[in-house]
């Protein structure tokens, strides 16, 4: 049945696959992406603040606005988008187990033959545990962003934020500006883990930023209604006579990410554990082919970074699976990826990108390895 | 650095970044007064200057280098930096009164007239001031542009307002 048969099929709709799917359907390619949520995206719609980069490339540009522009693109490029659709295995001969949903709610699964795949998965919250922290009330700092900017509803007014990266700064303004109060931001570690400007807004808007601090315990009758916090010594053991309790209704924990590659190790794609790029990610090369000849990875599932890398991550797998098809000849498409590479290479600058730029060549260093034995 | 701790920055760690206008600048009118020290990639306030008092170059992990001599204190960068890190201080907005924009992306917006406590970097009161001035077209893009007129004195450490509803200042 040709509807089960693609050249190209992207598994998640987020920044880095709808670009994929993007360029690979201007090459040429019939296109799919498969993606689980109602209205693809990713995380791009609830991004409500103006992104960083450069502004030759839609900085200062509203997450949710890119989201818009993407899909647009992609009806433009006649990509084809399956919501509410799980990608549930991927076996070889590259075939995807999908279990597809449609618009009256049923489902069905199907198993799509793919010329070429892009994992486009993304990645997950992480958890931090600590007593109390099954209450109704305690959430991820990512579905509280949820929440706020997609559902219009706000998880509790009196906010505790466990994790001072980009995540945690960014809701917690974000929070703020659905109308809670942010009561305290804590981090363990001894300084600020985010950029300094997302920071300096909830400061001044004023949060406390208690760095070297961490959650003790949430407390309430079924629900959280107050939180206990502590500095921690240079090993990160709480100091327990430092112990401060805050009234708040919620916790949200922004504790890091880690890359969704469940599909990719169904595959056997072979992995590298970095912790500066969320543990576990398949290894790939420069064209973002992983070590499965015809299996590409793009955006957060190939190393948790953000969604300016995932965007020119998915365009490089998305033309070089179009290049593959002979969609593309191979003069074009390097000098695209070398246009591409060198904005990467921007992003990936700085005090905060160095370590993610070396974390990113060491995955292409150990494919290229990978290769060779 | 206090940034990197507390999360709010002090003047002598922007004028240790270079990024401090001259005390001279401040006499002479509305000036834009960068707040940014780390290298992120981030160039718009590059092109968001009509003046070219705005430079980062290449790569766009350097910091934006302010020429205090081109610019005119327009205030166009302030909604543009999606860091929100640009404000424009006017020391010599009136008698004895000095006046601070900033972008101010909360709701309800306040209304021209207001009487506000003014607060600085961390977040903390420091003196009453009254909105003088609401900045939203179309091309901030929802990020609304807020003058308040405060004592001459206080003009160097307000950087905002409490928001309405907001339970006090950071202690």
């Avoid at chain 1, 647009?72 to 949903?101: D, H, M, P, Y």
């Avoid at chain 1, 169904?266 to 912790?275: G, L």
């Avoid at chain 1, 290049?323 to 593309?328: P, Q, T």
Wanted: net charge negative; aromatic share 6%.
């Amino acid at each position: 049945m040709a509807q089960n048969k693609w050249e190209v099929v992207v598994v998640g709709g987020g920044p880095a696959g709808l670009s994929a799917a993007i360029e690979a359907a201007k090459s040429g390619c019939r296109t799919l992406v498969v993606d689980a949520n109602e209205t693809a995206g990713g995380q791009l719609f609830k991004q409500i603040h103006k992104f960083f980069g450069s502004s030759a490339h839609r900085a200062g540009v509203r997450g949710i606005d890119i989201g818009g522009e993407l899909l647009a693109e992609c009806e433009k490029q006649g990509v084809e988008v399956w919501l509410n659709s799980v990608a549930i295995g991927l076996f070889k001969e590259k075939t995807v187990a999908v279990e597809r949903g449609f618009d009256n709610g049923a489902k069905s699964v199907v198993v799509l033959e793919a010329d070429r795949i892009v994992l486009a998965s993304g990645a997950s919250e992480n958890a931090v545990r600590f007593r109390g922290w099954t209450l109704p009330g305690v959430m991820g700092a990512g579905a509280a962003q949820t929440m706020i900017n997609v559902n219009r509803v706000l998880p509790g007014k009196n906010v505790l934020m466990i994790g001072s990266g980009n995540v945690g700064l960014i809701v917690s303004y974000q929070l703020m500006q659905a109308g809670a109060d942010v009561k305290a931001l804590v981090e363990a570690a001894p300084k600020i883990g985010g950029y300094a400007v997302h920071a300096s807004k909830i400061a001044r808007a004023g949060v406390p930023i208690h760095t070297g601090h961490t959650v003790l315990e949430a407390r309430g009758d079924r629900r959280v209604e107050e939180a206990d916090i502590c500095a921690v010594d240079e090993k990160w053991q709480p100091l327990l006579e430092t112990k401060k309790t805050l009234a708040v209704d919620t916790v949200t924990i922004a504790a890091g990410l880690k890359p969704l590659v469940e599909l990719a190790m169904m595959h056997d794609c072979q992995m590298m554990f970095h912790p500066v790029l969320g543990g576990w990610a398949p290894l790939h090369d420069a064209k973002m082919e992983t070590t499965s000849p015809g299996i590409y990875v793009a955006g957060d599932i190939s190393g948790v970074e953000e969604a300016n890398t995932a965007l020119e991550e998915g365009k490089l797998a998305g033309i070089s699976a179009a290049e593959s098809l002979g969609k593309i000849g191979e003069a074009d498409a390097d000098r695209i990826r070398s246009e591409i590479w060198g904005r990467l290479d921007g992003l990936r600058l700085g005090p905060h990108g160095v370590m993610r730029m070396q974390a990113k060549s060491e995955q292409i260093d150990h494919y290229k390895s990978a290769q060779s034995a | 650095m206090s940034v990197e701790n507390e999360g709010y920055l002090t003047i002598e760690e922007l004028k240790a970044a270079g990024q401090y206008p001259s005390g001279a600048r401040f006499q002479e009118g509305p000036v834009a007064v960068i707040e940014c020290v780390q290298e992120i990639p981030c160039n718009p306030c590059e092109t968001a200057c009509r003046f070219g008092a705005i430079r980062v170059g290449e790569p766009i992990t350097n910091l934006p280098k302010a020429d205090e001599g081109k610019c005119t204190g327009c205030g166009l960068c302030v909604a543009r930096c999606p860091g929100l890190a640009i404000f424009i201080v006017d020391k010599t907005y009136g008698e004895g009164l000095g006046a601070v924009s900033f972008p101010y992306e909360y709701f309800p917006l306040p209304s021209e007239g207001d009487e506000v406590t003014a607060v600085d970097r961390a977040g903390r009161g420091v003196c009453a001031g009254t909105v003088v001035k609401i900045l939203a077209p179309e091309s901030f893009d929802r990020t609304p542009v807020v003058t308040v007129a405060v004592p001459v004195g206080k003009a160097e450490d307000v950087r905002g307002i409490e928001r309405a509803g907001q339970a006090g200042g950071q202690s």
